[in-house]
């Protein structure tokens, strides 16, 4: 075989992960009596890099995968995304033997800053990813539009250094004619089932175990919001942040990125607030029902992270009551966190938040955003510090305005920022930290009044009203940089 026999391909896919106990759902679905064919296949992949990780670092990734009796050497490029599908280049040659054969590949498909030489002598195998999966070929139309798309249903393991990483997930991919149908499929199936909008490449789920470092889970930071455009990005920035954080939780169940993901739901709000300001067709207005759900799902987010913060709070106690400490215990706060986040309605919101923006990211003719200056002066007046420290429910309440403020210098590049900007976005994050450890030590203090037997209230409203006070006073002190700061840059 020569190079012009390979088979390439320009996939347009929509990822969506599913809970492993749902997947029988799945394959009950009405939606499937649309599938013009199926079949169950056992594929096993192995992964290709150098020891220094030349191919990850170009955003290349190469395997070998075994379909039945065939091998198959396939080259996949980093691509793009667009409000939630990802496009990306994928070439495929079928292989004699299990056996990568670098000569198949067109020298001008690497990026420049690949040797072929050096990958003919450094790579090896890094990772495996081992699954089953089922697939339907569906014939989908809805008005006047049509599609064929493929629907896989994937279950197993990525595996790398004795450790194993779950998969069980859905891609939906566009085959020909309409890509906004793989929506439709998404809603059809995530009204009955707990689906969500997932990022993470099963290349990505081996190098977590073998490499890392190296997964590159965090999604780029956009460019700065001076457009329709780049507010619309960074909305979908924003989304990403979420589910990088959620799928970064199922894996380690590391509870403080619980913030993280309230934070960015926050300012998806804030987002889809500017844009419909900017929009000029009621069309591309976010849907009122659309913005309530994501409104209680900030809210119940916030709710998570408050508990988190409580845990954080009692684990200075030496002597914690077990009322208080089964209060922040972390089985109840995965208990309630599993029972949000595997509502249908959940994964529905974040869905139809992906394709509106998939929409906006098409729509080049909305009002262009005003001044960032102008942005930047809004967002830092609306920010109130307490003028008496010790009142802490207003603490509370401004943090909301801080967290804005402080999204919309980390923006921007901080190199090319003034050195009052700079000073600035450090106390913000100081005062949204602190005002999070408040907010534990105030979920403490009405735990122990209203869970605790009386005896046992007096010493510990003590211990955690004398830590409430010094609390406040360190976001007094930091207040009174803030302030001045704040002042400065007003008039500057």
Known sequence: MNVAEAVMAKETELKLAIPLRAQELIRQHPILRQAKSYDKTLLQNTYF??????????????????????????????????????????????LKQNKLDLSLIDPDLWPNAIDPAYLQKHLAPVFETNFTRDRWLLDVSFEDSRAEVELACDNGHAIANKQRDPISEIELELVSGDAELIFKIAHDLSAQIPLMISNISKAQRGFRLSHPVAAGLAPRKPAPPTSWLTLVQLAQFELDQFIAAKDQLNFDHQW??????????????????????????????????????????????????????????????????????????????????QKLILEPWVGETLLEITQLLYLFAKEPKAKAVKSTDDVFHNLLVAVKLPSHPTDRHQWLQQSPAILRLSRWISYHDLDQTGLGTKALQKDCLLLINKAAELRGLMAEEWTIRNELPEAQQPALLKRTEEDQYQKVLELGRIALSFNSLQDNLRHY
């Open 256 to 337: 403080s990125r619980l913030t993280t993901m309230s934070q960015s739901l926050f300012q998806i709000r804030w987002c889809l607030y500017q844009l419909h300001g900017l929009s000029e067709q009621s069309t591309l207005r976010p849907p009122a029902v659309m913005t309530y759900k994501l409104r209680m799902l900030n809210y119940g987010f916030e709710n998570l992270a408050a508990i988190e913060n409580q845990q954080q709070a009692w684990q200075r106690l030496k002597n914690c009551p077990d009322k208080l400490r089964q209060a922040a215990d972390f089985m109840v706060l995965n208990e309630q966190y």
């Open 49 to 94: 890099d150098t020891p220094d990780l030349v191919l990850n670092r170009a955003k290349v990734a190469l395997r070998i995968r075994k379909s039945g009796e065939r091998y198959i050497q396939t080259l996949k490029t980093q691509g793009k995304g667009n409000g939630g599908l990802h496009q990306r280049g994928e070439w495929e040659w079928v």
